[in-house]
Nanobody
Framework: QVQLVESGGGLVQPGGSLRLSCAAS????????MGWYRQGPGKQRDLVAR???????NYADSVKGRFTISRDDDKNTMYLQMNSLKPEDTAVYYC??????WGQGTQVTVSS
């Protein structure tokens, strides 16, 4: 059974940074397509960033140049480094495997 557990969310001021982590059991990240999604208040859940088995990445236009997705194959952990955070980045962030398996989510709030 695949389980994904996110961590690293919290409250940060505009312009600040956070790093989210996604630890997994039952799946090998480097062999799969892994992604970060987010769902803001009253909004649908949208893709933020994705990393495929080759290591290639893609990003939503709204986060390009500010967010970086990466993975540590030895630790089987995925990360989302978020810099220059804006209030509109406020959302619950979810880790996803192959578009099918979801973590429980971690809240990110950007506010002064």
């Amino acid at each position: 059974q695949v389980q994904l557990v996110e961590s690293g969310g919290g409250l940060v001021q505009p312009g600040g940074s956070l790093r989210l982590s996604c630890a997994a059991s039952g799946i090998i990240f480097r062999l799969n397509t892994m992604g970060w999604y987010r769902q803001g208040p009253g909004k649908q859940r949208d893709l933020v960033a994705r990393i495929i088995s080759t290591g290639n990445t893609n990003y939503a236009d709204s986060v390009k140049g500010r967010f970086t997705i990466s993975r540590d194959d030895d630790k089987n952990t995925m990360y989302l480094q978020m810099n220059s955070l804006k209030p509109e980045d406020t959302a619950v962030y979810y880790c996803n495997a192959n578009g099918m398996v979801w973590g429980q989510g971690t809240q990110v709030t950007v506010s002064s």
